[in-house]
């Protein structure tokens, strides 16, 4: 018997409209009304600019260590912009500037990296999850939501987010294939960002693309330029849809690059060239943006100027109300909070034995 | 009121909470139309669909992870694990998540899912599947751990566990599926977690347990009456976390001696916590040492040596004897 071809869906887009010379693909241009758009440039302005206030924060000591998003504002606002707020988002820890632009307050963000937990309160009106560290362990939470909404039988979507190490782990697999069984209306979005801490891409992983990824579990795959928010958009768009309608899930792969460090407690020199960091700097997904806003006469100089001062402001005040709140937020036993709905007799002893003896060596220290 | 195997009575539990309750969902590996490896499940899927009951694919971590972003959307998940000796797979999602999204989002979130695991010994198995890890998730804070000693109970206790408002790992002793019925009431029980209950009273010492090991446990109390005349209380704990340690507490004060019985390894087991209270609580009462009859600190053997390591009647009746015997 000759052997022969199985033959499968084995075609994986590649997706690029605004290139990072800022040429336009008009054919593939998404029809974004001017307020979106400008919105969408602010929230990419505010989400670097707060990386460089957070970085000064904690050099200076007065907040912890931080993930910076610096170089990916691109791939995980243009992800985020077409869902409505009744989706769901279930990030990862990369994607402050989204958080922000559905909602997250800066303060908390501040308030979580100075180490309270009241950082990852989250609304009753936003469907969002809380930033997962554990690498890929999200993800399955992304298919229960989306299986939970099918089940409710509502059209709402999932959006989750992880990077390229993710794919690596079991939870990526076990999360993909589920979603393909199940066909849950959930985005998976890679940030492609080449480097997991000190381990670069091509070590990940000996696949030509991470879409790809996709196939194997019968779910779409896609490849963007991450760095090209309209690239990015149009293909989160096209997935979100395509969950709504109930064709099941997509993964994006987002090629974009961690310009600045993994965490603050990283020094990227150890495993990485300055050069390369350069060229990507080239591929600057807020720059690029800017031009097309310029061309589209959305934009000019000043204007840019103008939203970097608010945003700058906006900051500041964020700052101010995030330290004043830390002030507040003084009373040790909030760690006893939120571990259960009641908290157990053995639990209430430990609380009131902590609360007795804190109050005891204040006295010996006031006293001593 | 009917004669029923823990088997029958899980079930039971099953078909009225899901009767009553669209947001409870059975989920795991074979759970559906072969209605479990045990049977727990069996009939579900014809009564509730593949919506209610689903046949996942073969991945705990999947499974368990899944189950948390269903139980934060406000669905109640039941999650089988086919053995506990597979759960490990999705450790890190109750660990990490389940445990804890309660605190990781200040609230927002909950998850009141159900864990089940058949464990311990005693059936002949494979390799890996008659452990008894369940400090693994007692040590675990945002959990809650639950272990039923005979088919009332468990029924009881399922049915509990399930309407928690927090996740519960709910170990089934799988060497009492099928050993005995009891008279299991038609309508609905519940029983509370985070109750211990006394079995059998006494006086003169305190014998605490749970799970597979109640039934030696009673077995060797009964001996020592016909024996010795000994009167031994009983302790089953249900739940080992949060332990009831106001009870067993009580009952040593009274007793005066005290022994604890599990299956699970000696070191850091669960007897190693329920002596400490015991010394916390009741030293001044203690007229003995604390005894322990556990599994050794090994490897559960495989089934041909495994009536060796598994804790009987008769280990048990020698160290009540020594525990008697204590000046």
Known sequence: MPRKTINFPDKIEYISILDENGRLDKSLEPDLPQDVLLRLYRYMVLGRRFDQRLLNLQRQGRIGTFPPISGQEAAHLGAVAPLTTDDWMVPAFRETAAELYRGRSLESVILGNAGFSEGSSIPEDQNMFPMSVPIATQLPHAVGLGWAIKYDKKDNIVMVFFGDGATSEGDFHEALNFAGVYQVPVVFVCQNNQWAISIPRSKQTRSQTLAQKALAYGITGVQVDGNDILAVYTAAKEAADHGRAGKGATLIECVTYRLMMHTTADDPKRYRKDEEVEQWKARDPIIRFGKYLKYKGFLDDGKMKSIETEVDREIQDAVDRAEAEMKKLTDPLHMFEHIYAELPPHIQIQRSEMARELTELQKEADHG | ?327
Not at chain 2, 37 to 43: H, Q
Not at chain 2, 301 to 317: D, G, K, M, Q
Request: one cysteine or more.
């Open chain 2, 1 to 327: 009121m009917a004669k029923m195997t823990m088997v029958q009575a899980l079930n039971l539990a099953f078909k009225q909470t899901m009767a009553k309750d669209p947001r409870v969902i059975v989920m795991g590996e074979d759970v559906g139309l072969d209605g479990g490896v045990f049977r727990v499940t069996d009939g579900l899927i014809q009564e509730f669909g593949e919506d209610r009951v689903l046949d996942t694919p073969l991945a705990e971590a999947g499974i368990v992870g899944m189950a948390v972003g269903m139980a934060a959307y406000g669905l109640r998940p039941v999650c089988e694990m086919q053995f506990s000796g597979f759960s490990y797979q999705a450790f890190h999602q109750v660990e990490n998540h389940a445990a804890r999204l309660r605190l990781r989002s200040q609230g927002r979130f909950h998850v009141p899912m159900v864990l089940r695991a058949p464990y311990g010994g005693g059936v002949r198995a494979l390799e890996h599947h008659s452990e008894s890890r369940e400090v693994f998730w007692a040590h675990i804070p945002g959990l809650k751990m639950v272990i039923p000693s005979g088919p009332r109970v468990a029924r009881a206790l399922l049915v509990s566990a399930i309407q928690d408002p927090d996740p519960v790992i709910f170990y089934e002793p799988k060497a009492l599926y099928r050993a005995f019925r009891e008279d299991v009431p038609d309508e609905e029980e519940v029983f509370p977690i985070g109750k211990s209950q006394i079995v059998r009273e006494g006086t003169d010492l305190t014998m605490i347990s749970y799970g597979a090991m109640m039934r030696p446990t009673l077995e060797a109390a009964e001996a020592l009456k016909e024996k010795k005349g000994v009167q031994a209380e009983v302790i089953d704990l249900l739940t080992l976390s949060p332990l009831d340690d106001a009870l067993f507490t009580a009952s040593v004060k009274k007793t005066g001696r005290a022994m604890v019985v599990h299956e699970a390894p000696m070191s850091y087991g669960p007897g190693a916590e329920i002596i400490s209270r015991l010394v916390e609580k009741s030293f001044y009462y203690l007229e003995a040492p604390i005894e322990r009859v556990t599994g050794a600190d090994i490897t559960i053997p495989l089934f041909s040596r495994e009536s060796s390591y598994l804790p009987n009647a008769a280990r048990i009746i020698r160290k009540a004897e020594k525990l008697l015997s204590a000046p």
